[in-house]
C-alpha cells in the first residue's frame, strides 16, 4: 500500500488550496478514505472520509463548509479542496485508508507521509 499526499504548501488567510492523494497497492474503489491533519504539538484529527463509491461523506464541524473531500476511482485518486482557509487549518495533512468508518470509531491502517499546508500572512 503506498499513498502519496501533493498539494500543499503556504497562502494566506482566505486561500484556497486542493490536496491531492495517489493510493497504489490495493483496490482503491473497494475503500473508504479519509484526511487527518496534525498540527505542532498536538494530536491527529480526523478531517474528512468518504465512501468507497464517494457517495457519502463526513466533514468535522470546523471545516464543514470549507472543505470538500472527493475521489477518482478511475484515478486512484483522493481529493482535498479547502477554502476559506485560517492560521488554525496550519498542519500536516496526511491521507488515509479507513477500516472502520463511525462517529467515535474511527480507524485507519496506512496513511502517507503528509503534506505540509501553512496559512499565514
Known amino acids: 500500500v503506498q499513498l502519496v499526499e501533493s498539494g500543499g504548501g503556504l497562502v494566506q488567510p482566505g486561500g484556497s488550496l486542493r490536496l491531492s492523494c495517489a493510493a497504489s497497492?490495493?483496490?482503491?474503489?473497494?475503500?473508504?478514505m479519509s484526511w487527518y491533519r496534525q498540527a505542532p504539538g498536538k494530536e491527529r484529527e480526523l478531517v474528512a472520509a468518504?465512501?468507497?463509491?464517494?457517495?457519502?461523506?463526513h466533514y468535522v464541524d470546523s471545516m464543514k463548509g470549507r472543505f470538500t473531500i472527493s475521489r477518482d476511482n478511475a484515478k486512484n485518486t483522493l481529493y482535498l479542496q479547502m477554502n476559506s482557509l485560517k492560521p488554525e487549518d496550519t498542519a500536516m495533512y496526511f491521507c488515509?485508508?479507513?477500516?472502520?468508518w463511525g462517529e467515535g470509531q474511527w480507524q485507519y491502517d496506512y496513511g502517507g507521509q503528509g503534506t505540509q499546508v501553512t496559512v499565514s500572512s
Open positions: 468518504i465512501t468507497y463509491t464517494g457517495g457519502s461523506t
Open positions: 497497492g490495493f483496490t482503491f474503489s473497494t475503500y473508504a
Open positions: 488515509t485508508r479507513l477500516t472502520i
